[in-house]
């Protein structure tokens, strides 16, 4: 068998706030498998989130749990 492709679902949302006459952006992300959201106070920090998660992913063997739960969802497929 060919190696377990790695796959993760994020709805990201962005938007702008007013602070101290600055617009800064503001992010969540929300796990479509789980539910489980994140909110981040500026754009970097989202990245540093997703960095991390990659990593993570990227490190952890195709049998750990967090793979098995993963498991049942496969990534879309292109229809062009």
Same mark, same amino acid.
Request: hydrophobic share 40%; net charge negative; charged share 25%.
């Given at each position: 068998?060919?190696?377990? !492709?790695?796959? *993760?679902?994020? /709805?990201?949302?962005?938007? =702008?706030?007013?602070?101290?006459?600055?617009?800064?952006?503001? @992010? &969540?992300?929300?796990?479509?498998?789980?539910?489980? !959201?994140?909110? *981040?106070?500026? /754009?970097?920090?989202?990245? =540093?989130?997703?960095?991390?998660?990659?990593?993570?992913?990227? @490190? &952890?063997?195709?049998?750990?749990?967090?793979?098995?739960?993963?498991?049942?969802?496969?990534?879309?497929?292109?229809? =062009?």
């Amino acid at each position: 068998m060919g190696e377990q !492709q790695r796959y *993760f679902a994020y /709805l990201v949302r962005l938007w =702008t706030v007013r602070r101290d006459d600055e617009w800064i952006w503001r @992010a &969540s992300a929300v796990n479509a498998h789980t539910g489980e !959201q994140h909110a *981040f106070v500026d /754009l970097d920090q989202m990245f =540093t989130f997703l960095t991390m998660l990659t990593e993570r992913d990227a @490190a &952890s063997s195709p049998t750990d749990e967090t793979d098995a739960s993963r498991a049942s969802f496969a990534p879309p497929v292109s229809s =062009t």
